[in-house]
């Protein structure tokens, strides 16, 4: 029958559907040292673009080249999110928990707005990271800056990586669902949400970097996926 041909819809989802749910298993037992998330987010994001691209993806061979590729700066920046983290509990603490605390409206706002924009960067910087080589200061700025310009979509991220967390807690029935795909999923969810506006973004990298005799005319192996500082006139641009 033509539903089970391998080049049938219905068996080149199942395929997609495959690797989905291992590279949710993969991206979940590197999270298991607590240390490690950053790197293990990065190369989440990492295959969850190439997923939503249909390019010819090696899960396991894949996610551990960007795994090694970015744990050193992907370490940092989920050691610098933990402090933030931290931060903003003992402030939440101290504002909303602490006996007779009061705050006042201006208080609030600036608690929530800092709530807010530390969210839109924890949602971006993983997804920059995977794809764009910079220091980690840049990394930072880059990733905000993408994100403000993207912030419909930064929110239906959020939305996205919300779900699994509601549905194991209140619909523990399919929990084991969560366990299968509750992180590749909505990283792959969030990909096809950026694809293009990162498209565009490589493209003028790309263009700009054969201008200045950086790259040869043709592409060269498709595991390439590192993009230097070049992005950030592209930034610049945008912002003017």
């Known amino acids: ?35 490690t998330i950053g790197a293990s987010m990065t190369a989440l994001y990492y295959m969850a673009l190439k997923i939503v691209r249909n390019e010819e993806v090696y899960i396991v061979k894949g996610f551990w080249k ?46 929530l707005a800092t709530a ?29 800056v993408m994100a403000i310009m993207q912030f419909p979509k930064v929110i239906l991220m959020a939305v996205l990586w919300a779900l699994p967390v509601l549905i194991g807690l209140f619909v523990f029935q399919i929990f084991p669902l969560v366990i299968l795909f509750g992180l590749s999923l909505p990283a792959v969810g969030c990909a096809f949400l950026y694809n293009k506006f990162f498209q565009k973004m490589e493209d003028k990298v790309i263009a700009r970097a054969r201008e200045n005799g950086e790259l040869p005319e043709e592409p ?12 950030e006139p592209s930034l610049e641009e945008k912002k003017k």
């Open 1 to 35: 029958m033509k539903f089970f041909n391998l080049d049938s819809p219905l068996m080149q989802g199942l395929s997609k559907m495959a690797d989905i749910m291992i590279l949710n298993i993969i991206a979940l037992i590197c999270c298991i040292p607590i240390i």
């Open 66 to 111: 960007s795994f090694k590729q970015n744990f050193r700066q992907g370490t940092v920046i989920w050691l610098i999110q933990v402090v933030v983290m931290f931060v903003l509990f003992l402030d939440y603490n101290i504002v909303y928990r602490m006996p007779e605390s009061n705050p006042s409206i201006l208080v609030q706002v600036l608690f």
């Open 116 to 144: 807010l924009l530390a969210l839109v960067e924890f949602l971006f910087i993983y997804p920059v990271l995977s794809k764009f080589d910079n220091p980690i200061i840049r990394t930072f700025r880059n990733a905000f």
């Open 220 to 231: 060269g192996s498709e595991d390439e996926h590192i993009f230097s500082d070049a992005a």
